[in-house]
């Protein structure tokens, strides 16, 4: 079974930056797509990013493309999301997923197969 445990929310004025960590265990992290969603409250979940089972390759949402990026490690079984430049729009719940099929760099939250417990993020104008 495979655990995700996210870390590095928090609160941090409009502007300011944050790195978020997803520590991936008890599977082979270097055969999953990974990646980030957020969940504001009374909205759906929705997804950020998206990094392949290499890192070669990634893909934004446009709500926060050129802001965040997310990139991995699989030597340490992480993945990371750097978020610059946040907005008070930004604010949710982050939670990391990791996809084990044959998607590219999926985007439905459907398609994922183990999901992280989320991380707080809170942006103060």
């Known amino acids: 079974q495979v655990q995700l445990v996210e870390s590095g929310g928090g609160l941090v004025l409009a502007g300011g930056s944050l790195r978020l960590s997803c520590a991936a265990s008890?599977?082979?992290?270097?055969?999953?797509?990974m990646g980030w969603f957020r969940q504001a409250p009374a909205k759906e979940r929705e997804f950020v990013a998206a990094?392949?089972?290499?890192?070669?390759?990634?893909y934004y949402a446009e709500a926060v493309k050129g802001r965040f990026t997310i990139s991995r490690d699989n030597a340490k079984n992480t993945v990371y999301l750097q978020m610059n430049s946040l907005k008070p729009e930004d604010t949710a719940v982050y939670y990391c997923?990791?996809?084990?099929?044959?998607?590219?760099?999926?985007?439905?939250?459907?398609?994922?197969?183990?999901w992280g417990q989320g991380t707080q993020v809170t942006v103060s104008s």
């Open positions: 008890g599977g082979t992290f270097p055969t999953y797509g």
């Open positions: 997923a990791a996809d084990r099929g044959p998607t590219y760099l999926a985007t439905a939250p459907g398609v994922y197969d183990y």
């Open positions: 990094i392949s089972r290499t890192g070669a390759n990634t």
